[in-house]
């Protein structure tokens, strides 16, 4: 039954009340700097940035999200979300998404924020968390990958990624990413010298940011064979599709992808085809409403589904929810289980947006799944005010 179908059962029984309309939207785009920039194989920055969507109701509720939001698309098309019942988010998610030309298919949702804004809605309405009307929760708990060992502007470059591996694997933490795709060499150095660091038993992932073409990865993955990583995250251009097939071919490392996938692209060149181990979408470029179809689809094909998560507090909270409803993906006693990235960078706002710190119950130990009403968290707007640049209301 599709959620819409749920709300209206739950509506025609009298179990929900009242009856909400939306009466405006807003949009928050947030800023800070750095005290120290970073840099991966694509860019070096200076800022965090991030936009919220905040949905206001007739009854008082507010519902926040975090992702991408189109304002022009938005405006144009206001006359279609304000007035509405909120949980009519699946319909609203297909009305917003971006035209496609005469006879293709609809683009990508032009506003995955205001989806997610939406769940967090209806959730905090039914007085459940959103993981409850994903669908079923199989764990309350996620076990955390860091994602850290970003380069700085070093000379000691790989010292400085080894200083700060052995400080997290003394945190307890039991699974780490370090970013990659800087040259060959410099790639296998740093890899080594920090697999070295934290001996065998953590878990070491790394992601290259698209830095290579499908030869040079080849050679270089052959190297990196031996030094037993978890996965080789995003070594080609998303598009890439025939070097991604060649790789997965050849080499014995897991490769993943997907973070700035629409749904629709997605499906068609990741999962349907299994052309990839791991997908990695982001929830700020496909919603909860597209994170819910991406969750069976996975499950169907055999894909391990471990979603990219780099944003605030807001989406950590989110993108548990959403982990918390992914079905193991075989029947055996100790199936492979998804992981939440969790963000560790500097990030002057990440967790000054939310009343509840999400954090591990016991040093490097699980992440529990907020259980309150939506997204399980309250964001602190006297926050979202510090850290705004911007601000989009509808209706004006």
């Not at 599709?2 to 009466?23: C, V, Y």
């Not at 039991?174 to 070295?196: F, I, N």
């Not at 085809?273 to 991406?294: F, K, M, V």
């Not at 130990?365 to 907020?370: D, I």
Request: net charge negative; charged share 20%.
């Amino acid at each position: 039954m599709k959620p819409e179908s749920i709300a209206h059962a739950l509506e025609a029984q009298g179990a929900w009340r009242p009856r909400l309309r939306i009466t405006a939207v807003r949009v928050h785009q947030l800023a800070a700097r750095l005290r120290e920039p970073f840099g991966w194989s694509l860019n070096w920055t200076q800022t965090r940035t991030a936009t919220l969507v905040e949905v206001v109701t007739d009854a008082g509720l507010t519902g926040w999200g975090e992702g991408y939001c189109d304002a022009s698309l938005l405006r144009q098309r206001a006359d279609r979300l304000l007035g509405r019942s909120p949980f009519e988010l699946e319909a609203i998610y297909e009305e917003m998404r971006a035209p496609g030309g005469p006879q293709q298919r609809p683009g990508p949702c032009a506003t995955p924020g205001l989806d997610i804004a939406l769940w967090d809605l209806v959730g905090k309405a039914l007085e459940m968390p959103v993981s409850a009307l994903l669908g079923r929760q199989y764990r309350t708990h996620v076990m955390p990958y860091v994602t850290a060992l970003y380069r700085k502007q070093r000379p000691d470059f790989c010292e400085a990624l080894v200083e700060e591996a052995r400080c997290w694997a003394n945190l307890g933490y039991r699974a780490l990413k370090m970013k990659t795709g800087y040259s060959p060499e410099l790639d296998l150095q740093a890899v080594a010298a920090v697999r070295e660091a934290i001996g065998p038993e953590i878990a070491l992932a790394i992601d290259s940011n698209c830095a290579y073409d499908a030869g040079t990865a080849l050679r270089i993955g052959v190297r990196l064979e031996q030094l037993n990583l978890m996965w080789w995250e995003e070594p080609l251009v998303a598009d890439d599709l025939a070097g991604y097939r060649h790789l997965r071919q050849a080499l014995r490392i897991p490769l993943a992808a997907g973070e700035t996938g629409s749904l629709d692209w997605l499906v068609l060149h990741y999962v349907q085809p299994r052309l990839i181990d791991i997908l990695q979408p982001d929830l700020g470029n496909i919603g909860l409403t597209g994170a819910r179809l991406l969750t069976q689809l996975c499950h169907l094909n055999h894909i391990r589904l471990i979603p990219h998560n780099w944003g605030t507090a807001l989406n950590t909270a989110a993108t548990l929810q959403w982990v918390s409803t992914s079905p193991p993906l075989t029947p055996a006693l100790n199936p492979p289980e998804p992981m939440l990235e969790f963000d560790q960078t500097e990030h002057p706002f990440r967790d000054a947006l939310v009343a509840q710190r999400i954090a591990p119950d016991t040093p490097g130990g699980a992440l529990a799944v907020p259980n309150g009403p939506g997204l399980g968290v309250s964001v602190i707007p006297e926050a979202v005010a510090e850290f705004r640049t911007g601000l989009l209301t509808i209706p004006a």
